[in-house]
């Protein structure tokens, strides 16, 4: 089963085009979102699914949003799931959560993933986000497609804090696994 996941901003820091997403001091979110993905991917590949980034970090600028979902569905993807971190906040701290395309799928994906995390995780529609909708409702609406918002950038595990990010991940991993698993081709 094919996944695609999305890091959110991109790609390569100083290369033209680069969109930085939400920064910390040196902490931008697009590096930290490169590395959640490639740790998601990790966890999620040794469970036996077959996982695609939509950037390595490094092909240079960002890509634009419409060619992700485009190789998505070229790759036959079964989910598309972004990963973002949110700006940096005051506290209290900021909580973890993550928006669903409008299709039933997608839903029923969010709502596992708050029954995994728990009630403080938020999940809303696409719709509610300050753009009204997000580049995620492009995809297929029979199919799961979500943007995580993993938490501020500020609380990012660092770059070679690697069992920050297996820490952090592996809970979403399973739940998506699971998920996955029980809907098989989810049509």
């Known amino acids: ?82 990963v973002h971190y949110d700006s940096k906040f005051e506290k209290p701290r900021h909580r973890r959560g993550c928006y669903y395309a409008p299709g039933t799928a997608s839903r029923l994906m969010a709502d596992a993933l708050r029954r995994r995390m728990g009630r403080d995780f938020w999940i809303a529609p696409s719709s509610s986000s300050r753009f009204n909708g997000l580049y995620i409702d492009a995809f297929p609406d029979a199919l799961p497609s979500v943007m995580l918002e993993l938490d501020s950038i500020q609380y990012a595990p660092a770059t070679r804090d690697r069992s920050g990010r297996l820490a952090l991940l592996t809970p979403y991993a399973k739940t998506i696994a699971a998920f996955l698993n029980a809907k098989g081709s989810v049509k």
Do not use: W
């Not at 931008?28 to 695609?52: N, R, S």
């Open 1 to 82: 089963m094919i996944i695609v996941l999305d890091p959110g901003h991109g790609d390569t820091p100083g290369a033209p085009g680069y969109d930085s997403g939400a920064c910390d001091g040196n902490r931008h979110e697009a590096v930290a979102a490169l590395e959640a993905a490639l740790t998601l991917k990790h966890i999620l590949t040794g469970m036996g699914f077959t996982v695609h980034l939509t950037r390595d970090g490094t092909a240079g600028g960002k890509p634009d949003l419409n060619q992700r979902l485009t190789r998505a569905r070229q790759l036959g993807a079964r989910a598309f799931i972004s």
